[in-house]
């Protein structure tokens, strides 16, 4: 297809741009020789002459880079010129508001009959968008949400739903059944408990109530039952730790003839036994002949150790 007069034109007005850039020197000239070539390609490529100074496509006294200027000082002021103003919506009156609400909570309400949690939700929360005042929307959402297994969120709207209406005793429900999924079960009652003050003859929420003080019980009894094995394996590890004697030691209550309980429980032993104690150095061999059975053993059976224990008692020698 043979090239359009406007194309010849463009093509004619570029070939004229390169020359007088070779010309001006803003082509260097070693350039010059290869942007000749391209000149005589384009020229032929689009079938115009570009030696010809009077061409019928020539635009002189025009050129291109002048035309290209133009441009961008238009483009410039049309870029920082106001901007035209979006078409606003219509403002809706508040009676259209609450209409179009009412309509997305019973498309959410049909949803949640067919068991489409999510899409119920996103229904409700277009609700909730147009009038953010509704107990109901919240409420209702809280069902959704807690249907959908999300329920966390349906706390925090069966939560709003009471701010909103603190006498609305399905919101009491909504966030009584979200915490007993939490097994949350004494938050659980307290919200039954209050449902319930506002509408004594709900059944349904007469039976989660009972519901969740049956699971608290449960939880009560299990922590007792536990609290009684924990009492149960103390005593048994106390009971086995005075049958090895203090952890192993002998029954030391007649070596060398003595009764060790009559000596452990004179005044005098123990006077003495606690100023040994003060003593980093004696405390120190105690504990040592504590842990060492075979030593403290020896010891009680030394004869000197016995006469001394004797002498102190005032019994034998």
């Not at 291109?64 to 901007?83: D, H, R, Y």
């Not at 103003?85 to 067919?114: H, I, T, V, W, Y």
């Amino acid at each position: 297809m043979p090239a359009s007069d406007t194309q010849k034109k463009l093509s004619l007005a570029i070939c004229d741009f390169l020359r007088t850039s070779i010309e001006n020197g803003t082509i260097s000239s070693d350039d010059a020789e290869g942007i000749e070539v391209a000149i005589q390609c384009i020229g032929e490529a689009f079938g115009v002459n570009p030696d010809e100074g009077n061409s019928a496509y020539s635009i002189k006294p025009q050129n291109l880079a002048s035309i290209f200027e133009v441009f961008l000082n238009t483009q410039k002021k049309v870029s920082s010129g106001p901007k035209p103003q979006a078409s606003a919506e219509p403002r809706l009156s508040d009676e259209e508001r609450k209409a179009q609400a009412e309509s997305f909570k019973a498309q959410g309400n049909k949803k949640m009959a067919e068991k489409d949690y999510a899409e119920s939700i996103s229904l409700y929360t277009k609700a909730i968008e147009l009038d953010s005042r509704s107990a109901v929307y919240y409420g209702n959402r809280a069902a959704a949400y807690s249907q959908d297994g999300q329920h966390e969120l349906a706390v925090a709207d069966a939560k709003k739903a009471i701010e909103i209406d603190p006498n609305w005793a399905k919101g009491y429900s909504r966030l009584g059944h979200a915490l007993f999924c939490l097994e949350q079960y004494e938050e659980a009652v307290a919200a039954y408990e209050k449902g319930l003050e506002l509408d004594p003859n709900n059944a349904s929420m007469q039976t989660s109530l009972n519901a969740s003080k049956a699971k608290v019980n449960a939880n009560a009894d299990a922590r007792g039952q536990a609290a009684n094995r924990d009492l149960d394996n103390a005593g048994s590890s106390a009971s086995s730790s005075a049958g090895a004697g203090a952890g192993g030691l002998p029954d030391l209550s007649a070596l060398g003839g003595m009764d060790l309980g009559s000596i452990m429980s004179n005044p005098m032993f123990m006077s003495m036994a606690q100023n040994l104690m003060k003593d980093p150095k004696m405390a120190a061999m105690a504990q040592n002949l504590m842990s060492n059975p075979d030593a403290l053993k020896e010891m009680m059976n030394n004869p000197e150790v016995a006469s001394a224990a004797a002498k102190m008692m005032g019994g034998r020698k």
